[in-house]
């Protein structure tokens, strides 16, 4: 799956759900309903953080093999940094969840911008 999504277009964030569900539908690893759920909310959290902090729109891109690999890429440069959540709790906690739920997760500098990814099922990375 490949998707580009125009900076603060939220409404794209429910289309790249319902994408990533189709192509998670076909995922056959054990427990893959569980982590199909966990993959649409952390999915859901990098796409807002793209949309909402970075000017230019992003890219995402999901890859499954015996892990999902999801990729949110944008076009600032600069590393997003996990922060407090605010205290009327809307927000600040993409990236906490992201920490807490994926196998494995980490940002990676590209020639303009950067890509926020994480990893889910086939055991530890």
């Not at 939220?10 to 289309?15: D, F, M």
């Not at 076909?26 to 759920?37: C, M, S, Y």
């Amino acid at each position: 799956m490949e998707r580009k999504v125009r900076h603060a277009d939220l409404k794209a964030v429910g289309e790249v759900r319902r994408e990533l569900r189709q192509l998670l539908s076909r995922w056959t690893v054990p427990g893959g309903g569980e982590l199909a759920e966990v993959a649409t909310l952390l999915t859901s959290e990098l796409v807002t953080n793209a949309l909402v902090h970075a000017e230019g729109g992003a890219v995402v891109t999901a890859r499954v093999s015996d892990r999902l690999r999801v990729e949110v890429r944008d076009f600032v440069p600069g590393r997003p940094e996990p922060r407090p959540p605010t205290t009327d709790g809307t927000s600040g906690r993409g990236l906490m969840l992201v920490r807490s739920l994926a196998d494995a997760w980490g940002i990676r500098a590209e020639s303009l911008g950067k890509s926020v990814w994480f990893e889910l099922g086939g055991g530890p990375a």
